[in-house]
């Protein structure tokens, strides 16, 4: 089983949908946590972290369950330039070794 | 605003061929990583290095060297090239050791092993 775990999609939606995934993580001592999103052939960067009370920005609402190991990803009135994968990030400790990307969840908004 | 810029863009070798990969940053960034990205499998730790002169081993380190020589500089190298090493490489730097603050990545590096 891997450590982070991502549905791959695709998720295809209408421009204007609200759409949701979650990522879930096996190690319980998980300390932070985070998406990126990655555009096709580009590399991937932050799009925001997740903190335990949830947290807003813009039109994306992020949200971590510590007790049932899952965070996710909302995003609200999808645009086209939303398509994209959307990675989640995992840190379980305070070593640069111990952060662990998830493989992504492909998001594709159609007009 | 250069960032982090990695060369070669696209490579193809062939089996049994070195190469070495550049990392380079100009955000005066203490950690540097190099990563790999294969389908399905998201990004895989190969090296990390938390400072000038300082490497450590990730996650999928082996058939790779690297070197930190110079503070903005992050080199990987391939001794002997396998088909298994194809993949997409990025490299990233970061200032505190924390994706909080957002890793900072390069480009990537395709590499195809023939």
């Known amino acids: 089983r891997k450590e982070v775990e991502q549905d791959p999609g695709p998720f295809n939606v209408p421009e204007g949908a609200t759409v949701a995934f979650n990522c879930t993580y096996s190690?319980?001592?998980?300390?932070?946590f985070f998406w990126y999103r990655q555009d096709c052939r580009k590399e991937p960067k932050l799009l925001m972290s997740?903190?335990?009370s949830g947290n807003e920005d813009g039109r994306f609402t992020a949200q971590l369950n510590r007790a049932s190991q899952y965070i996710s990803l909302l995003i609200r009135d999808s645009k086209l330039s939303d398509s994209a994968t959307y990675l989640c990030?995992?840190?379980?400790?305070?070593?640069?070794?111990?952060?662990?990307f998830g493989s992504g969840t492909r998001l594709s908004i159609r007009p | 605003n250069a960032g982090v810029t990695q060369t070669p863009k696209f490579r193809v070798l062939k089996t049994g061929q070195s190469m070495t990969l550049l990392c380079a940053q100009d955000?005066?960034?203490?950690?540097m990583y190099w990563y790999r990205q294969d389908p399905g499998m998201g990004l895989r730790l190969i090296h990390y290095?938390?400072?000038?002169?300082?490497?450590a081993k990730g996650e999928v380190p082996d058939g790779y060297n690297v070197s930190r020589l110079k503070k903005q500089n992050f080199l990987l190298g391939l001794e002997s090239a396998a088909p298994s090493q194809t993949s997409v490489y990025f490299c990233?730097?970061?200032?505190?050791?924390?994706?909080?603050?957002?890793?900072?990545f390069g480009s990537g590096t395709r590499l195809t092993v023939v």
């Open positions: 955000m005066n960034h203490e950690y």
């Open positions: 290095s938390v400072g000038e002169g300082t490497t």
């Open positions: 990030v995992v840190n379980r400790a305070s070593s640069a070794s111990k952060i662990i």
């Open positions: 990233a730097s970061s200032s505190t050791g924390q994706p909080a603050y957002g890793y900072t």
């Open positions: 997740v903190y335990s």
């Open positions: 190690n319980s001592a998980s300390q932070s």
